[in-house]
Every structure is written in structure tokens, then in C-alpha cells.
């Protein structure tokens, strides 16, 4: 992780992922570099939390500088409120805007078809198949889980990664992000790109 240094690329990208009390992030360096990583908790109410959830993001895009800031538009793995989401939506736009950063907002759907036309039809292939991607995150791999057992804490910076894997994936560097994938699974074990 890097944890002074401002970085400013054309190819920087900020991924987030909202849960009910935190928020975990991706950076990326183009799609095969992960520059840092990590989770931040928002454990406030819902009338302080568009400030709390502001000041977050407002940190990592000034240390980053990225191009754009992309997350799920509708998070059905979150018990988080309607209102808390929309709240930080809100926040985290307005972040943007002020650092004349780009906004997106990727369907749960369209990253999900993603990885499952490429073999990966569960989370936890998903966070695998990122943590091959990306060494520096194996040791946080989530376990496989029963359908009653609590989410791991870390899987939140696992569904930021996929989110900017995805958006790489539907935007100019879809051979790129086609390339590591194929790369790394030459390399290991898991299921196959069709």
C-alpha cells in the first residue's frame, strides 16, 4: 500500500463499495496495478453521515488524484437503508465534483454479467480470482461462507476491486483487463475465460 505518496495518472481510478458502516476502496493504476486499498467505517447516523462519508472519499481523492470514481449504483448485499445509500451516493458525488473528478455509477448487473461470462458465478470466485489478480490482497481473501454465516469484514475491498475491474472491463481498456485475466489464470488454478 502506499501510504504518502500523491499519485496523479490518466489511469487512476477510485473504486468504492458502500455497506451500512463502512466503505471499502480500490485504487487503481490501469487495470492490472492496484495502487492501495483498504476499508473505512461510517458507524454514524444518518444525519451526520453525508459529512462522515464526504470527508472519506474527500482523503483518497486528494492523495490519488484519480480520473474517475466509480461504484454500485444498487448494493442488494447491504442492510443499509435506502436513505443511507442515496446519502452517501450524494456525498461521494459532490466529492467528485468539487475535485473535477468523473462520477460513475455501475449496475450491480452489469458487473455480475461480467464475471459471469468469463466463469466466475459466485463472490467468493470473485475475490479469488481478484486475489490472484493482485497478490498483495491474497491475505485477505473472505472464506467461503454459508448462506447464514455474516460477510467477511474484508470482502467490502474485494467488491470495490471487482466494481473498478468491471468498469475498466466496459470502458477503453477491455483487452487490458481481458489479458490479466487470461494471464493469470494460465498461471493458477480456477475456472476458465470462455
Not at 500500500?1 to 499519485?7: E, G, K, N, R, T
Not at 451500512?20 to 467505517?41: C, E, K, N
Not at 477491455?174 to 489479458?179: C, D, L, Q, T, Y
Amino acid at each position: 500500500m502506499i501510504q504518502d505518496a500523491m499519485i496523479n495518472t490518466v489511469e487512476t481510478l477510485l473504486a468504492l463499495e458502500i455497506r451500512s458502516q463502512r466503505i471499502g476502496f480500490a485504487v487503481f493504476d490501469g487495470p492490472t496495478r492496484l495502487l492501495d486499498w483498504g476499508i473505512g467505517t461510517c458507524l454514524h447516523p444518518t444525519c451526520g453521515l453525508h459529512d462522515v462519508v464526504a470527508k472519506r472519499v474527500r482523503r483518497l481523492l486528494f492523495r490519488y488524484r484519480p480520473f474517475a470514481v466509480v461504484m454500485r449504483r444498487d448494493n442488494h448485499y447491504s442492510s443499509q437503508t435506502t436513505a443511507r445509500l442515496l446519502i452517501s451516493v450524494g456525498a461521494i458525488r459532490r466529492e467528485a465534483r468539487r475535485c473535477g473528478v468523473k462520477f460513475r455509477l455501475l449496475r450491480t448487473k452489469a458487473r455480475k454479467r461480467f464475471f459471469v461470462r468469463l466463469g466466475y458465478n459466485t463472490k467468493h470466485q470473485v475475490a479469488q480470482l481478484i486475489a490472484n489478480l493482485f497478490e498483495e490482497l491474497s491475505w485477505t481473501v473472505p472464506p467461503k461462507r454459508k448462506p447464514w454465516n455474516s460477510e467477511s469484514y474484508h470482502t467490502v475491498i474485494f467488491d470495490a476491486a471487482a466494481t473498478g475491474l468491471a468498469a475498466f472491463a466496459e470502458g477503453a481498456n477491455r483487452e487490458a483487463v481481458r489479458e490479466l485475466i487470461t494471464t493469470t489464470e494460465a498461471l493458477s488454478p480456477g475456472p476458465k475465460m470462455t
